[in-house]
């Protein structure tokens, strides 16, 4: 499965770039060895962080 930002290469899916990656964790969801994780206390925080940015409503925004 492809990484949505397009920072995973499918030829070489041991690689991340960095500049790419949006850390969405769809790799960590997708992976179908495990191989990539990450720990409990960073999935804590970054649940803590979009908490706190995502529970009120946004206006919408139309980009042209």
Excluded: Q, W
């Excluded at 690689?15 to 960073?42: E, G, L, Q, W, Y």
Aim: charged letters at 30%; proline letters at 6%.
């Amino acid at each position: 499965k492809e990484c949505p930002a397009g920072a995973i290469p499918l030829d070489n899916p041991k690689m991340t770039d960095k500049d790419k990656c949006i850390s969405c964790m769809h790799c960590v969801a997708v992976c179908p060895k495990k191989a990539r994780n990450c720990s409990k206390f960073i999935s804590f925080i970054a649940g803590k962080k979009m908490k706190k940015v995502c529970s009120g409503r946004k206006e919408n925004k139309l980009y042209l």
